[in-house]
C-alpha cells in the first residue's frame, strides 16, 4: 500500500473506534475528569453540553491539525476529535477521538490507535 492509501485507512479506523462511544459514555468520561463543575473561561457558566446528530453517539469532527516536532518542522495529520460546548456561551473544547478512547477503554483493541496514530505522526516528522 503508498502511504496515502494508509493515511486514509487510519483516519476510518479512528472513525469507527470513535463510533463505539456513546454520549452517556462520554458525558461520563467528562464528568470524571472534572468539566461537569469547571467553569467556562468565558462566561463562568458550568453547564457542558455534547452535540450528537444521531442521538446515540457523540458528534466527531475530522480536522486537518498541524503539530510541531523536535525537529522543528509542522506536519499536518488529520485526526477526529470529540467536543463538548458550554451551554452559556458556546466556547468549545476539543479532544482527540483516539486519546479519549485510550483513556475511557485502556483494554480495547480501539485504545491501541492512539499509539499507532503518534507513531504515524512522529514518523512524518
Known amino acids: 500500500m503508498d502511504k496515502e492509501t494508509i ?3 487510519a483516519y476510518y479506523e479512528q472513525l469507527k473506534a470513535a463510533s463505539t462511544v456513546t454520549v452517556d459514555e462520554f ?3 467528562l464528568e470524571e475528569k472534572g468539566l461537569d463543575d469547571m467553569p467556562c473561561e468565558l462566561c463562568q457558566c458550568k453547564e457542558w453540553a455534547v452535540s450528537s ?3 446515540t453517539a457523540p458528534d466527531i469532527v475530522m480536522k486537518n491539525v ?3 516536532h523536535d525537529t522543528g518542522f509542522y506536519t499536518p495529520t488529520k485526526r477526529a476529535f470529540f ?3 458550554c451551554m452559556g456561551c458556546g466556547n468549545t473544547k476539543e479532544f482527540y ?3 479519549v478512547l485510550k483513556l475511557m477503554k485502556p ?3 480501539e485504545a491501541a490507535l492512539f499509539d499507532e496514530r503518534f507513531e504515524v505522526d512522529r514518523d512524518r516528522a
Open 66 to 68: 498541524c503539530g510541531g
Open 107 to 109: 483494554e480495547s483493541p
Open 97 to 99: 477521538a483516539d486519546y
Open 27 to 29: 458525558l461520563s468520561f
Open 83 to 85: 467536543y463538548c460546548f
Open 7 to 9: 493515511e486514509h485507512q
Open 53 to 55: 446528530l444521531a442521538g
